[in-house]
């Protein structure tokens, strides 16, 4: 492996609802500073720290937390191309390679530049209604169209690049990153893909009598996912659901950003991971 510039402007984030995190977050900053470099942390939502990151003072983020943190922390850091160093204090952790008791010795192995970067695409959503755009956002793991509270099943037609694919009578419909492939896509039968492929991923949730297949699309195309039905919302990277009137449409396609993640080793670390999960599910059991 080719030695890496090891990172000198270092932030260091936990969740605020993980006490554990945090505590992390504050004693990796102390093992750093005894390394000689002073490390500012805190909350993921700290604005100050937030406008730091914006500003471009840092070279490296490292998040303490479980999956969600480190969306969020890709949301934050993909624009400003900061890479992510997560260390991870959740549940599953897809995205991490790194957990809270390994630490020590991959902050030797980062300060000594014995690493790589992994590159992650991202989707940009944009929310069309009436040919007006209401909202624009990225997504690391997925974009999803969804019923509402109310148990019926929507409608929703599918294109790509203005053609028509198909129409779904179903419980929602997801356009999924390789990142997403191991998340609600997964979940709903899809396809593991390896995740630095720069594919989208159509699945539908729960299809009746309609297609319920997973599509695998190529980077350069747009998703257009329109709703026929009343009762419909809209989640990005599962954040708080927004309402869709019916008619609404939904397009996605490959962002402008790219979410880095610091890895050591071999790329075979995804797999690793991989095994380690679908051969035990750490949910079960688990409280929420």
Request: net charge negative; proline share 6%.
């Amino acid at each position: 492996m080719t030695s890496a510039v090891p990172p000198s402007r270092i932030v260091v984030v936990g969740h605020p609802r993980l006490a554990e995190s945090l505590s992390d977050a504050a004693q990796i900053a102390a093992s750093l500073a005894e390394r000689g470099l002073e490390a500012p942390h805190g909350s993921l939502y700290d604005e100050k720290l937030r406008k730091r990151v914006h500003a471009g003072e840092f070279d490296l983020l490292i998040a303490v937390g479980g999956d969600g943190t480190m969306l969020r922390a890709g949301h934050l850091c993909a624009p400003n191309n900061i890479p992510i160093l997560g260390i991870n204090r959740g549940r599953l952790g897809f995205l991490f390679q790194v957990d809270q008791g390994g630490w020590q010795n991959m902050l030797t192995q980062l300060l000594a530049g014995e690493y790589w970067v992994e590159h992650r695409m991202m989707l940009r959503a944009e929310h069309i209604r009436a040919g007006e755009r209401l909202g624009s956002w990225q997504a690391l793991n997925d974009v999803v169209v969804g019923r509402g509270p109310n148990m019926r099943p929507i409608h929703v037609t599918a294109s790509v690049d203005g053609q028509y694919l198909t129409k779904f009578v179903c419980d929602g419909l997801i356009a999924a990153t390789a990142s997403g492939s191991t998340a609600y896509a997964l979940a709903c039968g899809g396809p593991i893909l390896p995740p630095e492929l720069r594919n989208i991923l159509l699945i539908p949730i729960a299809p009746h009598l309609s297609f319920d297949r997973a599509i695998v699309l190529s980077e350069g195309v747009t998703v257009s996912m329109t709703i026929l039905s009343d009762n419909g919302i809209l989640s990005v990277d599962g954040q708080t659901p927004l309402g869709m009137d019916e008619h609404d449409r939904v397009d996605v396609h490959a962002g402008e950003n790219t979410v880095k993640f610091i890895r050591f080793g071999d790329p075979g670390y995804f797999y690793r991971n991989l095994t380690e999960h679908m051969n035990q599910n750490t949910l079960i059991g688990l409280p929420r």
